[in-house]
């Protein structure tokens, strides 16, 4: 995945994001719901991290061709 797809994965998930968030306002989200909305919060840390990885290989003068995408449990220990 290129800087541009991925900056497009993370413009489709958070459209998704607000999406689901928007249509239950005062109402809460069903379990199910919840569960897709973690769901996407964790994608949409994967790709975020992705492309810092690939923007700080490209800035070493390394390939960013060669960033990976980190398992869930690695990016969301990642202090904001």
């Known amino acids: 995945m290129n800087d541009k797809e991925i900056v497009n994965e993370i413009n489709r998930l958070s459209e998704e994001e607000h999406r689901l968030e928007e249509a239950h306002v005062g109402e809460g989200l069903s379990p199910d719901e919840s569960a897709q909305l973690r769901n996407i919060e964790v994608a949409l840390d994967q790709c975020w991290d992705l492309l810092r990885q690939r923007r700080a ?24």
């Open 57 to 80: 290989r490209r800035n070493a003068g390394q390939d960013p061709d060669e960033a990976g995408v980190r398992p869930a449990p690695v990016v969301e220990r990642y202090q904001q």
